[in-house]
């Protein structure tokens, strides 16, 4: 069973800096693309960033593309996110997630994904 791990929400003021971390276990990690998703309230779940198995490619969302640095290591079995230059219409909850095999990673949709995390909130305060 593949279970998805996210830490490292919380509040911050604009322009500060967060680093998410998502722990997978049940899964061969290096084996499966992965991403990071959100969630304001009364929206939908959006993308905000996809990595290859090795990480040798990254995808961003327009709305973070220069602020947000996603990655991955293989051996820890894990996936961050680093947010900086936070923005109050960054607050959401954040999902990790398992992305289907052979989806593009450019823009997945929430369709393409088969495993969530329970999600951590950030929420960035004007």
């Known amino acids: 069973q593949v279970v998805l791990v996210e830490s490292g929400g919380g509040l911050v003021q604009a322009g500060g800096s967060l680093r998410l971390s998502c722990a997978a276990s049940?899964?061969?990690?290096?084996?499966?693309?992965m991403a990071w998703f959100r969630q304001a309230p009364g929206k939908e779940r959006d993308f905000v960033a996809s990595?290859?198995?090795?990480?040798?490619?990254?995808y961003y969302g327009d709305s973070v593309k220069g602020r947000f640095t996603i990655s991955r290591d293989n051996g820890r079995n894990s996936l961050y996110l680093q947010m900086n230059s936070l923005k109050p219409e960054d607050t959401a909850v954040y999902y990790c997630?398992?992305?289907?095999?052979?989806?593009?990673?450019?823009?997945?949709?929430?369709?393409?994904?088969?495993?969530w995390g329970q999600g951590t909130q950030v929420t960035v305060s004007s």
């Open positions: 990595i290859t198995l090795t990480g040798w490619a990254t």
């Open positions: 997630a398992k992305v289907r095999a052979g989806v593009g990673l450019q823009l997945p949709s929430a369709r393409d994904v088969d495993s």
């Open positions: 049940g899964i061969t990690f290096s084996s499966y693309p």
